[in-house]
C-alpha cells in the first residue's frame, strides 16, 4: 500500500467515522425525547384529533421546511393542514388562517423574529396555539397554549450550529402527533388509499373486477381435459397456468407451467395425463369484490409469489384470474 493510497484510506474512514457521529447524535436526541416526561401530549392529540377545519404549520428557515413536509403528512393521513411561511404570513398570507383555527408553531430557539412578529395577530384571530419549541423559556415557548418541548443538548454537524438534530426532533415529533391523530380519527388503509388517486398507491383502489382476464381471455379447462389439450390453453391465453373448473363452473384446482414441468420431469407418459391430475387443489384465490390493493396483501402474506390468482365470487364460482403484472398496468 503506497502513501497516497493509506492517506486515501484514511481519509474515507474520517469520512465514514462523521457520516457515523452525526446519525449517532440525532439517534440520541431521539432517546432523549423518549425518556422525557410527555407532558401536554395526550391533549395536544385530542385538540388536533377535534379540528373540523385544516390546521395550520407555521415555520421559517429549515423549521419552515419540517412545518411544510408535517402538513402534508397530516393531510396524507387525514387531517386537513395547511403550511404557512412565517415570512410571508406578516406580508398577506396570514389571510389564509381562519378565525379560531389551530396554529402549530416550530421553532428550535422559540425566538424566530418572523414567528414571534406574528403571535400577536393569530391571538387576536383567537388561534389555539401549539408549539414544537426548542427553547420552554422563550417567546414563543411562553406564549403557546399547547407546548411540546423539543430541546436538543446540541446540533449533530461539527460546528454545532446548523439545523440537524433540532430539525430530526421536530420532524419525528411531528409524524408521531400524525399518526396519533389519525389512529385517533379512525383513518383507515382505504381512506389512504382514497386520499393518493394517482401511481401504484391509487391503484389500489381498483376493483379486481376490472382488471381481470375474463370471458374468452380466461384460461379454464376441465379437470379431464387432456395434458396436450391444457398446455394449448395455457399457451394460448398467455398466463402460464390454467383454472380447473367443475360442471358448475366452481374452481377446483389451478395448473401453473412449473406443475407441468414437475409432472414431465417424473418421466411418467403424457397420454393419460390430465388437468385433475396436475392441478393443486383448493389454490390461493381473491374475491370478486376486492381490489388491488387486496391482491397487494395477499401476496404480501403468502409463503411464496403467487403470479397469477383465480377471482371467484361467495359460492366458489370462478369469474376471472389476475396476473400480477396488472397491478402496473395502465
Not at 31 to 48: C, D, F, K, M
Request: with cysteine; charged share 20%.
Amino acid at each position: 500500500m503506497n502513501a497516497f493510497t493509506t492517506i486515501e484510506k484514511l481519509a474515507d474512514d474520517c469520512a465514514i467515522g462523521w457520516f457515523r457521529e452525526v446519525i449517532a447524535a440525532e439517534r440520541d436526541a431521539l432517546s432523549r425525547l423518549l425518556n422525557l416526561p410527555q407532558r401536554g401530549v395526550a391533549e395536544t392529540i385530542g385538540l388536533l384529533s377535534r379540528q373540523e377545519r385544516p390546521i395550520i404549520f407555521i415555520g421559517v428557515g429549515k423549521s419552515g421546511h419540517i412545518a411544510a413536509k408535517l402538513a402534508a403528512t397530516f393531510s396524507s393521513l387525514g387531517t386537513a393542514a395547511l403550511f404557512l411561511n412565517a415570512a410571508e404570513a406578516a406580508h398577506g398570507d396570514l389571510g389564509a388562517v381562519e378565525p379560531g383555527s389551530t396554529v402549530v408553531l416550530l421553532s428550535n430557539s422559540g425566538s424566530t423574529e418572523e414567528t414571534v412578529r406574528i403571535l400577536p395577530l393569530l391571538k387576536a384571530r383567537g388561534c389555539t396555539l401549539v408549539g414544537i419549541i426548542g427553547r420552554a423559556d422563550s417567546p414563543l415557548g411562553r406564549a403557546v397554549d399547547h407546548l411540546i418541548h423539543a430541546e436538543v443538548e446540541r446540533e449533530a454537524d461539527h460546528l454545532g450550529m446548523a439545523p440537524t438534530s433540532s430539525t430530526t426532533l421536530h420532524l419525528a415529533i411531528g409524524d408521531a402527533l400524525a399518526v396519533a391523530v389519525s389512529r385517533t380519527r379512525g383513518f383507515t388503509r382505504q381512506d389512504f388509499l382514497r386520499h393518493h388517486p394517482a401511481g401504484l398507491l391509487g391503484r389500489q383502489m381498483i376493483p379486481v373486477a376490472t382488471v381481470m382476464r375474463q370471458g374468452d381471455d380466461l384460461p379454464k379447462v376441465a379437470p379431464d381435459t387432456a395434458l396436450v389439450d391444457l398446455l394449448t390453453v395455457m399457451s394460448s391465453k398467455r398466463m402460464g397456468a390454467a383454472c380447473v373448473v367443475d360442471d358448475g363452473d366452481r374452481l377446483i384446482g389451478l395448473v401453473v407451467d412449473g406443475d407441468v414441468r414437475r409432472y414431465l420431469q417424473t418421466g411418467c407418459g403424457i397420454e393419460n395425463a390430465s388437468a385433475g391430475a396436475l392441478m393443486r387443489s383448493d389454490p390461493t384465490s381473491i374475491a370478486l369484490d376486492a381490489t388491488l390493493g387486496d391482491m397487494l396483501l395477499l401476496q404480501g402474506k403468502a409463503a411464496t409469489a403467487k403470479l397469477v390468482l383465480p377471482v371467484i365470487d361467495a359460492e366458489g364460482r370462478l369469474h376471472g384470474m389476475l396476473h400480477t403484472n396488472d397491478l402496473m398496468q395502465g
